[in-house]
């Protein structure tokens, strides 16, 4: 099963990486529909997926946020086919175990992104932090770290993209967010850009291809 918003996402973040790129990469939108459409375990998903990245290494920049975008799709759609209590089960817990190396903080934005629809609520990028990832709370100090460049710049949100863009590229190699604090910026400063601001942003992308990539994963997500 594939939830729609899923499909609306990855098609859009292909058409997004094409623009910049010179594979054309919207030839995939086929093969990655099939993946997450599988009626499979999840294990034989992620296997189809890396296969399309493995058969495709234009795209590989985009394997972890797929990878993302299949989980997010699996709680949403697959697991609806399966027990209410399985993501409590010993089988769920082993197969996150196996995982636990794969996708990106992503994944927390679009589970808040799905919590905001579910609530009626826009997003905003302090809601995020101290509402969804309750990085103030004091047994939540992973999150705390992990998001301490945002913490420290959330300035950035009344900033110009090129600010932004100077910030993350200061961000050591090291940081779990110095790929995607660009793009997460930038789409708490403007949820629904015009195609002007988009043209801007891309403008002082750091990697063109992946950041508008993950930018239109977030717009058609909402």
Known sequence: MIDPKIQTAFEAALEAFSKYS??????????????????ED??????ALDEVFDN????ESLREVFFDLLLVNFFSADVKKLEEDYLDTPEWEDIEEQ???RGTELLNLLLYLNECED??????????LK????????????????????????????SPVSEVSKVAQSLPQDSELKELFYPMICFFQTIDP??????????????????????DILINFQ
């Open 119 to 128: 609530e009626d609520i826009e997003p905003e990028l302090e809601d995020y």
């Open 99 to 101: 995982t636990l190396d």
């Open 42 to 47: 999840f294990l034989t998903k992620v296997d």
């Open 131 to 158: 509402e969804f990832l309750l990085v103030d709370e004091d047994e939540f100090q992973d999150e705390y770290r992990i998001y301490e460049p945002v913490i420290a710049n959330q300035i950035l949100i009344e």
């Open 22 to 39: 010179s594979f054309d990469a919207t030839l995939l939108n086929n093969s990655f529909g099939e993946v997450f459409a599988l009626d």
């Open 194 to 215: 015009t195609d002007e601001m988009k043209a801007e942003i891309a403008a002082n992308a750091l990697d063109k291809e992946f950041d508008m990539a993950v930018l």
């Open 56 to 59: 495709n290494p234009a795209v």
